[in-house]
């Protein structure tokens, strides 16, 4: 209840204050502080921070946990239609850094200094592009601030396969491929669905997760929804 009060660590550059900032709704606000004029995740969001400005000597890092506009989310993350719970990234201006949580995709929104950290592991197909990282952060004296990322390997990749039955059972197309151990998305093109496809390709591709087709059938039918 209330703002966050500052979590204060001490080094040879002074102090450095950390604010931790949950997932905030308007309705929770609101509560709060009844008489401010709180109508949107962004009314909510300014109006916290509003009550807790960071010490402008001190070095100040954020921990958030919302939807910052601009950033880019894919169809794993659950984000809400027509972006109405994002925030403003210029809340978070009085802040040395911004560590935000919320989105799979490790990336920086408006400035370096305002991240995503993303996910450790691939939690869907539509992140198979993804490269996971972790993100470390230097706080040197204020107004100095060092970011790197070191690359997560997982012992599994997620990937996605394309093309005919016949084509993927092919020995010269699997045999010694690194993708083959994967966590696998495969779509056929035949045009004629092939009996127990599933089972049969898992002999080649033990960790096959997900199989599709996309033929003439599978558009057309993809073409009736859309227009219905």
Same mark, same amino acid.
């Given at each position: 209840s209330g703002a966050p009060v500052p979590i204060p660590l001490t080094d040879e550059y002074g102090t450095l204050d950390v604010y931790l900032l949950p997932f905030l709704k308007p309705a929770m606000v609101r509560h709060v502080w009844p008489d401010e004029p709180v109508e949107t995740y962004n009314d909510a969001l300014a109006c916290v921070l509003r009550h807790c400005p960071p010490d402008p000597e001190h070095r100040s890092v954020l921990v958030a946990h919302q939807f910052v506009a601009g950033a880019a989310c894919c169809e794993s993350e659950e984000v809400s239609v027509g972006g109405v719970d994002s925030v403003d990234a210029s809340l978070f201006d009085a802040f040395d850094y911004v560590a935000l949580g919320h989105l799979h995709s490790p990336q920086r929104v408006g400035r370096d200094t305002m991240r995503y950290c993303g996910t450790p592991l691939k939690y869907s *197909?539509?992140? &198979?592009?993804?490269?996971?990282? &972790?993100? &470390? &952060? /230097?706080? @040197?004296?204020? @107004?100095?601030?060092?970011? #790197?990322?070191?690359? %997560?390997?997982?012992? #599994?990749?997620?990937? /996605? %396969? #394309?093309?005919?039955?016949?084509?993927?059972?092919? #020995?010269?197309?699997?045999? @010694?491929?690194? *993708?083959?151990?994967?966590?696998?998305?495969i779509t056929l093109t035949d045009e004629e669905d092939i009996p127990d496809a599933i089972g049969k390709l898992r002999t080649i591709y033990p960790n096959i997760m997900k199989l599709s087709y996309d033929n003439l059938r599978t558009r057309a039918a993809v073409t009736v929804r859309g227009t219905a």
């Open positions: *197909f539509s992140e &198979v592009s993804h490269k996971k990282s &972790v993100t &470390v &952060v /230097e706080m @040197g004296e204020k @107004g100095s601030v060092g970011i #790197r990322t070191v690359p %997560l390997v997982p012992r #599994r990749d997620m990937s /996605e %396969l #394309r093309g005919t039955y016949n084509t993927l059972m092919l #020995r010269e197309n699997y045999e @010694g491929k690194p *993708f083959r151990n994967d966590y696998l998305h």
